[in-house]
């Protein structure tokens, strides 16, 4: 079973931030959370990950709470490209690190 | 950096026959490949994890004599949906990590869109 719950759905206005919550309340010390995104009838694009600080890079900026029981990932400025369906991923901290994907936010970037 | 194709981009066959689709990393050496299964509307599911050099791992669930995966190389991983049906129809991802270390990301291919009739 996917370790992380998301909202169904999202909308956002182009040009605003979007935030995208995540919760992973079983998180254990060593797992990274993973967030990817997925244009329709193409393959997930890595977007961020972290493990307890904050991240940010290009795309995106990483919040995780103290407790690492939830996240958030924020895209400053959203434009219509960014409508995408957005998955948080815990990765298996043993064994092979696979990933077990949730449901994800479909989040549309309305103009 | 860090790019990984599919061929083919999509496939229709008929019932019974067998689909071989391919899983390439480009620019890096992928210790792990793992293969991936999308129906319309759904997520992702993990199907199967392939180390090179060894057999593939099959989740609960997945029939390894029906999804033969070999992963003879290091740049390469093949999934190979044997006497297809109507009900194998589905988008196959896969995706590439560069070593089992903690902080590896999975890389994804473009997806194999396989439709049988």
């Known amino acids: 079973d996917a370790k992380t719950t998301q909202p169904t759905s999202m909308d956002c206005a182009e040009g605003r931030a979007a935030n995208l919550p995540c919760n992973h309340s079983?998180?254990?010390?060593?797992?990274?959370v993973y967030w990817y995104r997925q244009i329709h009838s193409q393959g997930p694009q890595y977007i961020i990950h972290?493990?307890?600080n904050n991240e940010t890079n290009e795309m995106a900026s990483l919040i995780i709470t103290e407790d690492r029981k939830s996240s958030t990932l924020i895209l400053p400025h959203a434009t219509l490209r960014d409508t995408a369906v957005y998955y948080c991923i815990v990765r298996v901290s043993s064994g092979t690190y696979k990933y077990i994907f949730g449901t994800g936010t479909r989040l549309k970037v309305l103009a | 950096g860090a790019v990984v194709s599919q061929h083919p981009s999509w496939v229709i066959c008929k019932s019974g026959t067998s689909v071989k689709i391919e899983c390439r990393s480009l620019?890096?050496?992928?210790?792990?490949m793992f293969w991936y299964r999308q129906f319309p509307k759904q997520s992702l599911m993990l199907m199967a994890t392939?180390?090179?050099?060894?057999?593939?791992?099959?989740e609960q669930g997945v029939e390894k004599d029906k999804f033969l995966i070999n992963h003879a190389s290091l740049t390469l991983s093949t999934l190979t949906v044997t006497s297809a049906h109507p009900e194998d129809s589905s988008f196959y991802i896969c995706?590439?990590?560069?070593?089992?270390?903690?902080?590896?990301?999975?890389?994804f291919g473009p997806g194999t869109r396989l439709t049988v009739l």
């Open positions: 972290g493990l307890k």
């Open positions: 995706s590439a990590s560069a070593g089992r270390g903690m902080v590896n990301e999975q890389f």
């Open positions: 079983t998180i254990s010390g060593n797992e990274y």
């Open positions: 392939s180390n090179e050099g060894s057999k593939a791992t099959y």
């Open positions: 620019d890096f050496q992928a210790t792990t």
